[in-house]
């Protein structure tokens, strides 16, 4: 048993690592980018310009367009008082096409967040960042994510002393909170909470309009509230710039990148095929051209992720 619990340890530590080894890789520019001095529409009222705009301009050496007037609270806010209709990668899509409309820009780019639990167990909060690059001259999408461990928490209490462990647990005040009476789907709701003195005073207001002597707190989790999932904006930004600054052997169009990861590494003990990547094939986003590439470094997988040696 004891071994069992060793070997989906292993499992686990190795999967986190996969997915948040491509978070420490550092974009460098190379090339001339086809949107040198080209104006991009992003429409964002929650900051997302301040991480977004200074990776794409530098990398792509164009110039991005912080666009105004449309609340964007209105296709779904994290505080589920307005529920989002549409997928994730649709609301980018929304955001950016509206963009695009309100600048008159042929190209634009939008971000959208998602919160929940890990992947792997279930038990950590989860952040999901996507980003998309819309090009009409072109007729080209690409799609960017980056994805990790979040600060997404709540609590339901009457006790000053339990919110104010919570908010420094959450990282307050750098992270703002969320308060509400009697429970998380209350429609009374003040947001932004940014200092000591204003969340007292929340819940001050909240102890007040509550009938059942209850305080939900939770962690705000929209972009310029929280600098955690700022942090992973950004990574998406230069993962979609690498996107972008890859060009097609084929038809020299932008986004040639993976589109298919193949498993079946041989364990080095065995030589059973496991379900680790042996080969990823990169693909265009315009036309059909594929090309697959045996993934270098590892020749075999290590015999502790076999199912044949343990099973």
Avoid at 62 to 81: A, E, I, P, Q, S
Wanted: net charge negative; glycine share 6%.
């Amino acid at each position: 048993m004891r071994e069992y619990f060793k070997l989906t340890f292993f499992h686990l530590s190795h999967l986190i690592k996969s997915v948040l080894r491509k978070k420490s890789m550092q974009f460098t520019s190379s090339g001339i980018s086809i949107y040198e001095n080209k104006e991009v529409a992003l429409l964002t009222q929650h900051a997302k310009e301040k991480v977004i705009v200074p990776v794409l301009n530098l990398a792509l050496a164009c110039r991005v367009k912080h666009v105004t007037g449309y609340d964007t609270d209105r296709l779904g806010t994290f505080t589920r008082d307005i529920l989002r209709q549409d997928t994730q990668i649709e609301a980018a899509r929304q955001k950016a096409r509206i963009g695009m409309k309100l600048s008159g820009l042929s190209l634009g780019i939008a971000s959208e967040g998602s919160f929940g639990a890990d992947p792997f167990t279930g038990m950590l909060p989860w952040n999901v960042e996507m980003l998309t690059w819309i090009d009409d001259k072109h007729d080209i999408e690409i799609v960017a994510m980056s994805q990790g461990e979040s600060n997404l928490a709540h609590i339901l209490t009457n006790s000053w002393e339990e919110i104010e462990l919570f908010a420094q647990q959450a990282g307050f005040p750098e992270h703002y909170l969320v308060v509400r009476p009697e429970s998380e789907n209350d429609t009374r709701i003040l947001k932004g909470i940014s200092d000591w003195d204003a969340l007292k005073e929340a819940f001050v207001w909240a102890h007040n309009e509550s009938q059942n002597n209850l305080i939900f707190v939770e962690t705000d989790m929209r972009a310029h509230a929280n600098p955690k999932r700022m942090q992973n904006i950004r990574l998406a930004a230069e993962e979609l710039a690498k996107k972008i600054s890859s060009t097609c052997p084929a038809c020299n169009a932008p986004g040639y990148w993976i589109v298919e990861h193949l498993t079946g590494l041989p364990c080095q003990a065995c030589g059973t095929a496991t379900h680790e990547i042996r080969a990823e094939v990169y693909g265009c986003c315009k036309c059909m051209h594929r090309v697959t590439l045996e993934r270098s470094g590892s020749t075999y997988a290590n015999p502790g992720l076999c199912e044949y040696c343990n099973p």
